[in-house]
């Protein structure tokens, strides 16, 4: 009998878990062996990838289905609340695979005093996301924002405002407390005791944090639930959109009944327009379909067909599920297993019997509950899903996380067998010439190393300097463009608010155009930022020749001088979440406050233009604040590396040389000022540990070379 275990292909997680132990295993093995200063560098970067965790981002159309997924995936029916509507109403992150002491706990953050007088006057984000068609209706949204401030003061009570800016952190999890937090519906089906245990904290919620032990994706990752993005009070959805940015891989949730809606379409072409391409598309709620007639296979080819012609150059996974047959699988009730058998459920499991698809069957009466409950959640589309997850957690860490770090673990161990083999070559040459290494010789040699180093040092203080004038020069010229764009735009809005004549009558195009706006700004960033980043690796390359050549020309008998090793071919660009931020133009107030003006004059008309600007010009402001600020994150890493890689060449030479001395000091029966240096039983055991220390080091090197292989046949699976 198959176990749900096994109803997962969990061979890529599976198999990147084992590369990330083997990886982590090295690098503490190799820091055995290394000189302290570079031993502190490689143990930063095993905390890096120690603490590494891929986040998974769950989003679609309201009542979409989103929390019955996940309590699927993660295999807890019934964990998330999802039997009101909308039944997530805050961004719910759930932790796995985070430190044992925080398993189990709950933290939840409130909105601060400020943020809450901004959602209530109307603040809006109006970036990257759909047209929204009530953001036009003044009255209907200032009557919901009325609407949930009278339901938080009622639900919260004498509590109301002096919440705002805490926490609650609990040690416990249930599933009463997550509705209490997190859902938007009133009944509490949990809520028991003290007027406290009653209290409803979702509307004034910011975000939830959920650590839960296991790692039912397979790795440690982070799956974020989120509020539906056509959300009525349009309240939650810039939360929504404020979240989206820091995720790995997308879930895009459809519905079986609406599949590839017009705000279904919008999200997924604001994910492209971010340049994220780890989406799966899951068609939710395909139980509700007409198996008899083909219906799934018609939904699935029509869903495919459609992102093919929108996305011609993605190729965006469908996968057809029902979360409903999961949860009655998962929660494994005889009478709920057996009444699915009437369902639309044995019709879908004979049509995929008859395609082929294997370990599928048509269930009967004759069947056990256990057979029906395996063959229900297979039916369910979930071990799919998690395949497809498997998948693209295995790429994406794979080739972003553990290649780039067994590689330079590779390189520092490669750098350090050549310096280790050079240094031993060259005591057993000067031995066998009976060469005596006195003092002086040694000193002169590590001499020689001290102005390496500088002349490394002074490497890579022109490349900082490079990297830098290339980030201010193009992120300048970057930032012009945009404003230029901005400006172009204030203008046109001026023009057309005087062919409009009134702002009341002009406020809906306006919405529209600004939301184009901001698109396009978002392309033209990524665009740009992406061959800046180009030009960034180039130099970085460059710089490593000059390196190599550097330590050439102080080492020429030094083999195969300098190693770098292989790393992202992408760096990770800076977050645009500026450009969902609200503006005075976003906010109803502005235009209530207009709207007794009927008839715009030229005066009025560039006013309102330059207010334009001003809002958006704060917008680009913040954008490339945080842009530089990652730009020098960038620069501080790449020179990092550059010197703690070059450094591996050159520390061995110098740590070895510092041991003959060492050594020479403790031997006893020597000839004092440096003589019977050259004595066989002085050398003999000394070339010996220095063997010792190589053959440890190339063990080492050869695991790395393992590791990297098995990185590669990672992403080409």
């Known amino acids: 009998m198959e176990t749900f275990d096994s109803l997962i292909d969990a061979k890529i997680t599976s198999r990147l878990g084992d590369v990330k132990r083997r990886g982590i295993d090295l690098g503490e093995e190799l820091q055995a062996t290394l000189h302290s200063r570079l031993g502190r560098f490689v143990s930063s970067m095993l905390s890096e990838i120690e603490s590494h965790s891929c986040r998974i981002a769950v989003i679609g159309q309201i009542k979409a289905g989103k929390s019955s997924l996940i309590n699927a995936l993660i295999r807890r029916p019934g964990l998330l609340p999802t039997d009101i509507n909308p039944s997530t109403a805050v961004i719910t992150k759930l932790y796995f695979g ?29 970036a990257m996301t759909m047209h929204r068609e009530a953001a036009v209706n003044s009255e209907k949204l200032t009557g919901a924002l009325e609407e949930l401030r009278e339901r938080a003061e009622e639900r919260l009570g004498a509590e109301y405002g002096s919440l705002f800016g805490k926490h609650h952190l609990f040690s416990s999890v249930t599933s009463s407390l997550l509705e209490r937090y997190v859902s938007a519906g009133d009944n509490l089906s949990g809520a028991c005791g003290s007027d406290a245990d009653r209290r409803h904290f979702s509307d004034i919620t910011k975000n939830a944090e959920v650590f839960l032990e296991g790692q039912p994706l397979g790795y440690p990752s982070v799956v974020i639930d989120t509020p539906g993005v056509n959300d009525p009070f349009l309240v939650r959805d810039e939360i929504t959109h404020g979240n989206l940015g820091d995720a790995d891989i997308y879930l895009v949730v459809l519905t079986a009944q609406q599949p590839l809606s017009k705000s279904d379409l919008a999200l997924l072409r604001m994910l492209k327009g971010l340049q994220k391409d780890r989406i799966i598309a899951v068609v939710n709620r395909v139980d509700l379909l007409d198996m008899e007639n083909c219906e799934a296979e018609k939904l699935a080819s029509h869903v495919r067909n459609s992102l093919r012609r929108e996305f011609p150059h993605s190729d965006i996974p469908v996968i057809l599920v029902s979360a409903r047959w999961a949860q009655i699988s998962l929660n494994g009730k005889p009478d709920a297993l057996r009444q699915t058998l009437n369902t639309s459920f044995a019709a879908y499991s004979r049509y995929k019997a008859e395609c082929g698809e294997p370990s599928f069957d048509t269930p009967d009466e004759s069947w056990s509950d256990a057979e029906i409950s395996q063959m229900l959640y297979r039916a369910s589309g979930i071990p799919a899903v998690l395949a497809g997850i498997s998948r693209l957690i295995g790429h994406s860490v794979t080739a972003e996380q553990l290649l780039p770090l067994a590689s330079t673990l590779g390189a520092i161990s490669d750098n350090t067998v050549i310096s280790t083999r050079y240094s031993i070559r060259s005591l057993n040459d000067a031995a066998a010439a009976s060469e005596r290494w006195t003092k002086s010789r040694v000193n002169e040699n590590l001499t020689q190393i001290e102005n390496l180093l500088a ?66 700004l978002a392309e033209d960033f990524y665009k740009y930022i992406t061959e800046i980043s180009k030009q960034f690796l180039a130099r970085q390359r460059e710089a490593e020749n000059v390196l190599r050549q550097a330590v050439k020309h102080t080492l020429p008998d030094l083999d195969d001088v300098l190693h770098f090793g292989i790393q992202s071919a992408n760096l990770p660009p800076p977050s645009i979440m500026p450009l969902s931020k609200v503006t005075a133009v976003d906010i109803d107030g502005f235009w209530d406050a207009k709207a007794a003006i009927t008839k715009v004059d030229p005066a009025e008309a560039s006013q309102f233009k330059q207010i334009v600007f001003n809002a958006f010009g704060e917008v680009i402001a913040e954008l490339f604040e945080m842009t530089e600020h990652s730009q020098n994150g960038h620069v501080s890493n790449a020179l990092r590396r550059l010197r703690f890689l070059s450094y591996s060449a050159i520390y061995p030479l110098a740590q070895q040389l510092q041991d003959l001395v060492s050594a020479r000091k403790d031997m006893e029966g020597l000839a004092q000022g440096g003589q019977g240096w050259g004595t066989p039983f002085f050398w003999e055991p000394f070339l010996q540990e220095c063997q010792q220390q190589l053959a440890r080091i190339e063990k080492v090197a050869r695991e790395a070379v393992e590791i990297r292989q098995e990185c590669i046949r990672l992403i080409s699976s």
């Open 455 to 520: 002349e490394v040092e002074g490497t890579l203080a022109k490349c900082k300097e490079d990297f830098r004038r290339l980030s201010t020069e193009e992120i300048g010229r970057l930032r012009k463009f945009m404003l230029h764009t901005v400006e172009k735009f204030a203008e046109d809005q001026r023009v057309n608010l005087l062919r409009y004549e009134a702002y009341a009558a002009y406020r809906a195009h306006f919405q529209e155009q600004s939301f184009q706006l901001r698109s396009q």
């Open 98 to 126: 985070a430190p044992a002491e925080r398993n189990n706990t709950a933290l939840f953050e409130f909105f601060g005093e400020q943020e809450w007088d901004r959602i209530m006057s109307g603040g809006r984000a109006g």
